[in-house]
């Protein structure tokens, strides 16, 4: 019967759609936690620049 086969795609379509709004949600929330990775990255390297500068500044021999 050609109404339920519309039915049963419709039935198909909404699950993939449900599927696929569940994915978009994981991949939003993937998302901030990349944001608040690359935020604490960056202070890491700016920290460790910080380092190398004071270290190469106290093993750089003083010039007159």
């Known amino acids: 019967n050609a109404t339920q086969a519309k039915d049963r795609l419709y039935s198909q379509l909404a699950a ?6 569940r994915a978009v949600g994981q991949t939003a929330d993937l998302f901030e936690q990349l944001q608040t990775d690359l935020d604490a990255m960056r202070v890491l390297a700016g920290t ?12 750089s021999p003083e010039t007159d």
Request: no cysteine; glycine share 0%; net charge neutral.
């Open 16 to 21: 993939s759609l449900k599927n696929m709004s």
């Open 48 to 59: 460790h620049a910080a380092q190398f500068m004071t270290v190469a500044a106290e093993l």
